[in-house]
């Protein structure tokens, strides 16, 4: 527990909370951001409510049964060139985000349930692109993100979109496929 001791700690702790997105606005904006630098929306999981997005659900490989037990969603993804943006999105750093990404990238039978689970809701047609790659068999086309209201460390292979209301920064991390100049071309 913190014990704050002066009304300045708090106005600035208020503060701090205003300034960080709800988890909603944060798709929002992360989807103008990514539209804005060239990639195309595919799909992805929208925090409380419909978007006009595919839902993508990525069924897990190693369960057998009926239903959507042990299912991945993943909040956006996109697409540029031949590679593909995972971008999860929330108010505070995850953890769970982290291994979840983490997960679908190592595991080439998650990668083939991505490829799967975006093939049949025909979203590569759905945005004209015709030179589908596959990402099963190729886990360096597959860019693992996130998205925050706020700075924070992550690994060096992923990609951070700090989003705030008027703005954002894109942080690259050193082992990432990707860089800067090709997320903002």
Not at 8 to 22: A, P
Not at 149 to 154: A, D, F, G, R, T
């Amino acid at each position: 527990m913190i014990i704050l001791s002066s009304k300045l700690e708090i106005k600035t702790v208020v503060n701090s909370l205003k300034e960080n997105l709800s988890e909603s606005e944060i798709y929002i904006r992360a989807k103008t951001i990514l539209v804005e630098n060239g990639w195309t929306l595919l799909g992805g999981e929208p925090p409380d409510g419909t978007d006009n997005l595919p839902r993508i659900e990525l069924k897990n490989p190693h369960y057998s049964g009926k239903g959507s037990k042990g299912s991945k969603k993943v909040d956006l993804i996109a697409i540029k060139s031949d590679r593909i943006l995972l971008l999860e999105l929330k108010r505070f750093y995850s953890e769970s985000d982290i291994k979840k990404l983490n997960e679908i990238f190592s595991d080439e039978e998650w990668r083939i349930a991505l490829d799967t689970a975006l093939e049949s809701k025909k979203v590569f047609q759905r945005v004209g692109v015709k030179d589908v790659p596959c990402f099963g068999n190729n886990k360096d086309l597959i860019i693992r993100a996130v998205g925050l209201s706020k700075e924070h460390i992550i690994p060096n292979d992923f990609l951070l979109i700090i989003v705030q209301k008027d703005k954002y920064r894109v942080r690259v991390g050193d082992l990432c496929k990707i860089d800067k100049e090709f997320f903002n071309s």
